[in-house]
């Protein structure tokens, strides 16, 4: 039977909170920048113009149907060699993580603008909105409410996603707990560790969206 | 077509026509509104007579043709440029319309529903366009639903919200597109009630209806329509008492044509 030992971690606690500091930082980052590209690739999606439209829907297939994995590498290596462009670890993870929670981002905002019924556009349009205003005023205030359940899952994925970044050397969480896991030979209590700090953090989150969710739901 | 004197008339529709691909819903329909008068737009679904009302206030681009409302001309088909999106919002503010299935916005009050317009089209202030909001809700018997929600009204209710809505525009015209075809029936005299009481007003209303009790006792003039074109189209007594087209004649069979409209309050 294996003989449990956390007691052993306290002594890498510094590094365990260093790694969860950039982990959420992180997080913080591809979330604002994802939710950013998604705008982005919603709104080109929806757009009149076919150029537009087709780039944005390249984007969105080329980000969501490759692994997160392979995009990581693939901006930190093979970029420089391709394009000359030469980025630090943490640009490259932040940038390809931003574009791929992008992409499923797009999908969510754009799946939940197309879900408002057209009858409410037109009302806008009839009270002499421009396409622009009735978008802002009408269409996105309801829409918002219909995606934020799903923007809430993407941006869970994402939050953990970011323990990818430990394969270019990007010291979160993840990476760190490897550091303490080859130094102490304990990877059992060390990765335990990990999931319960990822856990302590989420659910959390989790019920103050359900909580908001529910306080949106009454104003319909 | 039209016999309609041209004297100064609000609503001039020359030409029009309209495909939705190989479907023409509209063919060479011409159209006069005089000032402060009420048309009524009957026929079979299909007929394009709602086509034709969203065409009044450019909702539905037109191929062909060209439409005015009071000083505001535009013509459409080959060599003319779409109108821009500036332009065409402009010009819907001053055509108030109310849809079939009230299309309130469900995220607003009744009064933020009935300020939205004058708050972020004419840019009034807030407390001017409040005031203006609780007038119109006013007019329209629902003074004291002004805080609640559109969920938590009658069919009925809604739809008088959305005229309320389009009238805190001031519009020159009104178009309404079958306004009471999704209400229960003892809700359809409370909605027909404020739009008679507005036509005598002197609003200039365009009305598809299936109220030909309604169209009969409002409008001044009616025009019966099927397949895109206009078929009849005369004062409004005239041509349901003694239509003279066959086809008018065999779509009116199916309507009670006269009595009295339905009371604002009982079950008709």
Redesign the interface.
């Known amino acids: 039977m294996y003989q449990w030992d956390f007691g052993i971690l306290w002594s890498y606690r510094w590094l365990f909170l260093n790694g969860l500091g950039v982990t959420v930082g992180f997080t913080v980052v591809i979330v604002v920048c994802g939710l950013l590209f998604g705008l982005l690739g919603a709104f080109g999606s929806l757009s009149r113009f076919k150029a537009i439209r087709l780039a944005a829907l390249a984007f969105i297939e080329a980000f969501r149907c490759t692994p997160i994995l392979v995009q990581l590498i693939w901006f930190y290596y093979a970029l420089p060699i391709l394009a000359g462009v030469e980025m630090t670890p943490i640009t490259a993870s932040a940038l390809a993580l931003s574009l791929y929670g992008g992409s499923f981002y797009s999908e969510i905002i754009r799946g939940g603008i197309v879900s408002i019924?057209s009858?409410?556009s037109?009302?806008g349009?009839?009270?002499?909105?421009?396409?622009i205003?009735t978008m802002r005023?009408?269409v996105l205030?309801?829409a918002i409410?219909r995606m934020i359940p799903a923007l809430m899952n993407q941006s869970i994925i994402q939050f953990k996603n970011t323990s990818l970044v430990s394969v270019l050397a990007v010291p979160d969480l993840v990476y760190q707990s490897q550091v303490a896991a080859h130094d102490s030979y304990r990877p059992l209590e060390t990765y335990t560790a990990v999931a319960v700090a990822y856990a302590a953090i989420l659910i959390p989150l989790t019920i103050i969206v359900r909580r908001g969710e529910k306080r949106l739901a009454v104003?319909? | 077509m039209s016999e309609t004197p041209k004297t100064t008339s609000k609503i001039e529709i020359r030409g029009l026509r309209k495909s939705f691909g190989s479907n023409e819903v509209l063919k060479n329909i011409n159209l006069d509104v005089a000032k402060g008068g009420v048309v009524a737009l009957i026929g079979p679904s299909g007929s394009g007579k709602s086509t034709l009302l969203r065409c009044i206030n450019l909702l539905v681009v037109p191929d062909g043709g060209s439409v005015r409302v009071g000083d505001t001309r535009f013509a459409f088909g080959e060599g003319t440029k779409l109108p821009d999106v500036k332009t065409l919002a402009g010009f819907r503010a001053t055509t108030g319309m109310v849809f079939q299935h009230f299309n309130l916005f469900p995220h607003m009050t009744t009064l933020q529903n009935v300020m939205e317009g004058p708050v972020t089209v004419r840019r009034m202030a807030r407390a001017d366009a409040e005031k203006l909001a609780r007038e119109q809700l006013a007019k329209v018997g629902l003074a004291e639903k002004a805080d609640q929600y559109p969920a938590t009204l009658s069919g009925g209710q809604k739809q008088r919200v959305a005229i309320a809505r389009a009238l805190a525009m001031e519009p020159d015209v009104m178009l309404f597109d079958e306004a009471t075809s999704a209400l229960d029936p003892e809700l359809v005299g409370e909605v027909l009630s404020v739009m008679q009481r507005l036509a005598s007003e002197g609003m200039t209303m365009v009305i598809v209806t299936h109220e030909i009790a309604f169209a009969r006792e409002v409008a001044d003039r009616l025009i019966f329509m099927r397949d895109g074109v206009v078929v009849e189209e005369g004062p409004a007594r005239q041509v349901i008492d003694n239509p003279q087209e066959a086809a008018t004649r065999a779509f009116l069979s199916h309507f009670h044509r006269t009595g009295a409209l339905p009371p604002a309050n009982t079950v008709s």
């Open positions: 019924d009858g409410q037109e009302a349009a009839a009270l002499g909105m421009t396409p205003q005023r009408i205030p309801q409410k104003s319909e």
